[in-house]
């Protein structure tokens, strides 16, 4: 077991792009970031921003094609994911790594009972009979709320909440050390979207499972995460501590998300929309990605891509102005 | 269930019933006069009308039709040849098992070809196998089950001597007209599993299987095949109602005296007990074939089978 302060994930360098016709988008442009055991990392950003994207490549996932891992490494408890072979790869999804996904309308298979689906995944990673497996898959349904009489039951029988609530169930019936959740509240409704982010938090916490949280909700982020990577068309554009972050966003892009954000009160954590639209992905800027939304924006930036500074220990900003008084 | 097969079998009897009246319509007022046919060409005018009078011929319409309706559906009768005079439910049944072993094994070698072939084909879609496999399901649809037949023959009876060109027999006489019969759902059937597996591949439940760690083919065989299966379901469907009256042309291709033949020589020889029989079973078999259909429909999807069910259970919130 990893200590506490060490690193248990680590991205470096990971490019991904997905190539549609003629065109390439370059959908994760150059990431990295480091996650410590039993932390949660939140991935903020726009629609597109390659958040999702991030996130299957660490479970190398990606539709291949049309996507493509271009470079880059992910290390897990200092285990280079991306030099295993697929075989070696089947223990770690599921085993290692699970995922919650964006939409949980379409994430269950609708021809198989919810039981057999959380019942799939103990089985290939557990050395449980059918028995054992299904006593576990429906204390992982009581755990999250469902009555285990409903094993049996369809997802069409089930609301969008509690098939969300399976579909984290499922993901942490193998206790997994590593939680990726992309927006795991989204797509449900306002009133239950408190109660399924409290389930993840705590039984996160429960098992001291690790967690990169993809989220358009600066509230959730402010609650949950311990540190925060801002995404802007496939880069990370600041990266940094949660308070150091909320207190002292640096990059423009971030200062326009959190800008304006009155103590954080309910309702009004949303992520803020900023004039103008992020460019085009297959045609990206040969400079600042987002110079041109950019209200500061000099000749500099246009010309050339800023690099990542250092600005205080543990906080990065990609813009030339970090630093500096705006 | 129960009670939606029922009523099912019961709308049945009504398919059974109107085509009964309409097959018995259109023979009765096809040009020409069965009793001369079947009087034979020396017969004298006296001869025919004797015959006609044998045949209840000179009934009216409503009168005939009320005797075959009452024979058909009271007495369960089918009639007699009148070629043969023998009962024509006789000679079906000495018949429909060649056609129907022919008809089955072609399916279960169609099914098992097409969906292997389909799958292959899209779990390599783009590359060179997927422009193969439907390279070769192009040209097994274009072929003529006929042409293919007779190069058979000429292949394997004529030339290599291997298998008996017509006749039936041991299971010898059965290879090329099975093989013959299937092609063209061989083809149908891989171009359908290669178009809905696509349809499937993308979904997020797809997706979701692959992160739970699970292997390639098991996410294939057991996750995309049976949501990727309605359609596929659809063409075996249409599939089963022809085998019946699925291969008349295989039947005289290669002599084998099927309910297909069986059908074709009495619409020669206007044989019209014969004709209605045949044309009554084909009928009764498609509704069944219909049914099978939506029943392994709800078999596959639980959300179907729910609509059956008279018990709705409680949608939970
Ligand atoms: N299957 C795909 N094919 C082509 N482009 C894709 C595909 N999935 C995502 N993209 C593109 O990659 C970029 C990043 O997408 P995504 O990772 O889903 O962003 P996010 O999760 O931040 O909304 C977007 O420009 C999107 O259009
Ligand atoms: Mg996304």
């Known amino acids: 077991m990893s200590k506490a302060d060490e690193v248990f994930l680590k991205v470096e360098d990971l490019e991904v792009i997905y190539t549609s016709g003629k065109k390439n988008v370059q959908a994760v442009n150059k990431v990295s970031f480091e996650l410590k055991k039993g932390q949660t990392i939140a991935l903020v950003g726009e629609t597109g921003a390659g958040k999702t994207t991030i996130a299957k490549s660490i479970l190398r996932i990606l539709p291949n094609p049309p996507a493509k891992m271009l470079g880059g490494r992910i290390t897990l408890e200092g285990r280079e994911l991306t030099s295993l072979s697929e075989e070696e790869m089947l223990d770690i999804r599921g085993g290692k790594i699970a995922m919650i996904f964006q939409d949980p309308m379409t994430a269950l298979n609708p021809l198989m009972t919810v039981g057999d689906q959380i019942v799939e995944g103990l089985l290939l990673h557990n050395d449980y009979d059918k028995d054992a497996a299904e006593n576990r898959a429906k204390e992982m349904l009581e755990l999250v709320g469902i009555p285990k009489d409903r094993f049996v039951e369809y997802p069409y029988q089930f609301s969008g909440g509690m098939k969300q609530r399976v579909v984290i169930a499922m993901a942490l019936a193998c206790n997994p050390l590593l939680l990726l959740a992309d927006e795991p509240t989204t797509a449900l409704d306002v009133t239950i979207q408190a109660q399924v982010l409290d389930l993840i938090r705590n039984l996160k916490e429960k098992y001291n499972t690790s967690m990169i949280l993809i989220t358009h909700d600066l509230g959730v982020v402010a609650e949950t995460s311990d540190t925060v990577a801002v995404v802007y068309a496939g880069e990370i554009i600041e990266y940094a501590d949660k308070r150091e972050l909320f207190i002292n966003p640096c990059h423009p892009y971030t200062n326009g998300l959190f800008g304006s954000l009155p103590g954080m009160t309910e309702g009004e954590s949303r992520l803020k929309p900023i004039a103008g639209s992020p460019p085009d992905p297959t045609d990206l800027p040969k400079g600042c990605a987002f110079a041109p939304r950019c209200p500061y924006v000099m000749d500099e930036c246009i010309e050339s891509k800023p690099d990542m500074k250092e600005i205080s220990p543990g906080h990065f900003c990609r813009c030339i102005k970090a630093g500096k008084e705006i | ?317």
């Open chain 2, 1 to 317: 269930m129960v009670k939606y097969i029922i009523k099912r079998l019961l709308g049945m009897i009504l398919i059974l019933l109107a085509t009964s009246l309409i097959i018995f319509t259109i023979l009765y007022f096809t040009p020409g006069d069965p009793a001369r046919t079947i009087a034979g060409a020396t017969a004298t005018a006296e001869d025919v009308e004797n015959m006609r009078h044998i045949m209840g011929l000179d009934k009216s319409y409503i009168e005939q039709l009320g005797d075959f309706l009452y024979s058909t559906f009271i007495k369960f009768d089918l009639g007699d040849s009148w070629v043969y005079n023998k009962p024509v439910i006789n000679e079906m049944m000495i018949r429909l098992p060649r056609t129907l072993f022919i008809g089955l094994s072609a399916m279960a070698l169609n099914l098992f070809l097409g969906i292997v072939m389909g799958i292959f084909a899209a779990t390599h879609e783009g590359k060179w196998q997927d422009s193969l496999t439907m390279g070769f399901a192009m040209v097994f649809i274009s072929c003529p089950d006929f042409w293919v037949a007779l190069m058979m023959i000429l292949l394997f009876s004529a030339t290599l001597n291997l298998l008996p060109a017509y006749g039936i027999g041991g299971i010898q006489y059965y290879i090329m007209p099975i093989i013959c019969s299937a092609l063209g759902g061989i083809a149908v059937n891989a171009r359908q599993t290669r178009a809905s597996i696509l349809g499937v591949f993308r979904e997020d439940y797809i997706t979701t299987a692959k992160a739970k760690g699970q292997k390639e083919n098991i996410i294939v065989w057991g996750h995309m095949l049976p949501n990727a299966l309605m359609p596929i379901i659809t063409s075996i469907g249409n599939g089963f109602a022809k085998i019946v009256a699925g291969t008349p042309v295989i039947e005289s291709v290669f002599s084998i005296p099927g309910l297909g033949l069986y059908m074709l020589t009495a619409i020669n020889s206007r044989d019209y007990p014969v004709v209605r029989a045949c044309v009554l079973f084909f009928a009764f078999f498609t509704a069944i074939s219909m049914l099978l259909v939506d029943l392994a429909y709800a078999f596959v999807d639980p959300r179907i089978r729910a609509r059956y069910q008279t018990v709705k259970k409680k949608e939970t919130k």
